[in-house]
């Protein structure tokens, strides 16, 4: 998705009676309400990927992934729309409007987001207890960056390329790069 400042200071609970009535969605980021847009086709495409991989891998276990319309609680300071994110919490089994304790969340990479998806939004994300990995994927070549919170609760980044088999340890999956690529026209990858 792609943010368009809206510049509309609210408090969370006005956010949240607000957007409700809202025919768009809408983030929240410390009091800043921002419109949510469509992307790109291969925005749209690499996310439906990621998503499908990560449904079939977790089907039939406790963890549920959601996709683009699921908005994520952070905070009082943020309400997201992640494009991907996984939930194996108890205490959001039930939830119908917003999930609060992801173990991972995947942002497919825009050049009108990637800004705040690498700032305002990671910042926000590192708040959830229960997040274990932060996934940024280009839609523009082939590279996915995993920030992985180690032993000692700092986060790790490793890189993942045209080749490469991706390892998700939250979720105890590894697949292929290629597979989140898939029906995805890159114009800068050599074949």
């Avoid at 980021?29 to 996310?47: F, L, P, Q, S």
């Avoid at 943020?78 to 959001?92: A, I, K, L, T, W």
């Amino acid at each position: 998705m792609v943010a368009i400042p809206n510049y509309q200071y609210m408090t969370p609970q006005e956010y949240l009676d607000w957007e409700e009535q809202q025919p768009l969605k809408y983030e929240y980021i410390n009091g800043e309400v921002v419109a949510m847009t469509g992307g790109t086709v291969n925005h749209g495409t690499v996310a439906a990927n990621c998503f499908y991989q990560l449904k079939t891998h977790l089907r039939g276990g406790c963890c549920r992934p959601f996709i683009f319309d699921v908005k994520l609680g952070v905070s009082e300071n943020g309400f997201h729309y992640p494009d991907v994110m996984v939930n194996c919490d108890e205490r959001d089994k039930r939830a119908t409007k917003v999930i609060y304790h992801p173990c991972l969340i995947v942002e497919v990479l825009s050049p009108s987001t990637e800004a705040i998806d690498r700032g305002k939004k990671f910042q926000n994300y590192r708040q959830i207890s229960t997040l274990k990995e932060y996934i940024l994927i280009s839609a523009e070549q082939m590279i996915v960056e995993c920030f992985r919170l180690n032993e000692k609760s700092l986060w790790e980044l490793q890189t993942y390329n045209q080749g490469d088999e991706i390892d998700l340890m939250s979720v105890d999956f590894k697949f292929p790069i290629k597979l989140l690529y898939e029906d995805v026209i890159l114009e800068n990858l050599e074949k």
